[in-house]
Structures are given as structure tokens and as C-alpha cells.
């Protein structure tokens, strides 16, 4: 019923910046929290940002704090990720996705939607 579909993943240099979209089709996201969340090779998938409907309170894995920035655009049914001086280590296929309610969790297994993902590649 849901589909999310991110986009905006690409090629950049180290120290520079991307910003990536997840546009949800169907079903809303209203009264639900969103997250990023990304994977590197050979690694587990691993939290990134997240942001509550209600109250728009976000959290951040500690390697993307002031860096990454989370945020929603209500109206389009869309969620953001700026990325910041982005770091060689921030490689990896970036997931959207929607939480079962609005804690704006960390652990992946308390999400229900999620996208086909976006590939981010820093170079050195």
C-alpha cells in the first residue's frame, strides 16, 4: 500500500554534499515517524536519522551528528536527508523508511515501509 522511493544518491568528493529524497506514494506518512538508514558493504544496516510527525523531534546515529540533517516536506509527502561534509565512510546505499508508530526509533525492525534505497559514494 505504501511505496517510498528515494532519490538523490550519486557520486561526490569528500567534504562535499548530497541530498537525498523519499517520496511516498499511497498511504500518507502523517502521524508516523520517518528514518534514514543506510548500509556499507559487507556491513549491517545501521540508523541514521529519524524525525518524529508530531513534534518533529530528530535523532542521529553519533558518526552523522552535525553533519546530516533530517526533515519532512508534509505537503509533497516527502522526507529529506542533507549530508555534510561527507566522509569517505558515509559510502554506502541509503533507505528510507516509516516507522509502525512515532517513537522515531533507531532499530530497524520497529519500521514498516521501506524504500529500494539510494547509493551514496564518497571519494577520497
Known amino acids: 500500500q505504501v511505496q517510498l522511493v528515494e532519490s538523490g544518491g550519486g557520486l561526490v568528493q569528500a567534504g562535499g554534499s548530497l541530498r537525498l529524497s523519499c517520496a511516498a506514494s499511497g498511504r500518507t506518512f502523517s502521524g508516523y515517524a520517518m528514518a534514514w538508514f543506510r548500509q556499507a558493504p559487507g556491513k549491517e544496516r545501521e540508523f541514521v536519522a529519524s524525525i518524529t510527525w508530531f513534534t518533529s523531534r530528530t535523532n542521529y546515529a553519533d558518526s552523522v551528528k552535525g553533519r546530516f540533517t533530517i526533515s519532512r516536506d508534509n505537503a509533497k509527502n516527502t522526507v529529506y536527508l542533507q549530508m555534510n561534509s561527507l566522509k569517505p565512510e558515509d559510502t554506502a546505499v541509503y533507505y528510507c523508511?516509516?516507522?509502525?508508530?512515532?517513537?522515531?526509533?533507531?532499530?530497524?525492525?520497529?519500521?514498516?515501509?521501506w524504500g529500494q534505497g539510494t547509493q551514496v559514494t564518497v571519494s577520497s
Open positions: 523508511a516509516r516507522g509502525t508508530g512515532n517513537s522515531g526509533s533507531r532499530y530497524a525492525p520497529e519500521y514498516l515501509y
